[in-house]
């Protein structure tokens, strides 16, 4: 088991930036990638960027240029620094880690931008 813990989400305006943090704990080494994901109301959860054990990242095109995933493995840490935020990123945003036996998520954090 992988267990997940978001924090960082908050209200800010637009143009503003924010830095979300997703702290794993548990069966760790089984992880092969971890990513964030959105959810706005009414809608799907979506992709928002994701980070492979090698490095490599990858981005929605709605936030290319503006969001970036990074890690600390030595807090086994994820971020996702998000700048020039728009009232359309506003969502709850989950943190999920990605093995050969699926996924596991965190409980999500709240993202929202006034415009």
């Known amino acids: 088991q992988v267990q997940l813990v978001e924090s960082g989400g908050d209200f800010v305006q637009a143009g503003g930036s924010l830095r979300l943090s997703c702290a794993a704990s548990g069966s760790i080494g089984s992880i092969i990638a971890m990513a964030w994901y959105r959810q706005a109301p009414g809608k799907q959860r979506d992709l928002v960027a994701a980070i492979s054990s090698a490095g490599t990242t990858n981005y929605n095109d709605s936030v290319k240029g503006r969001f970036t995933i990074s890690r600390d493995n030595a807090k086994n840490t994820v971020y996702l620094q998000m700048n020039n935020l728009k009232p359309e990123d506003t969502a709850v945003y989950y943190c999920?880690?990605?093995?050969?036996?699926?996924?596991?998520w965190g409980q999500g954090t709240q993202v929202t931008v006034s415009s």
């Open positions: 999920a880690s990605h093995s050969l036996r699926g996924a596991h």
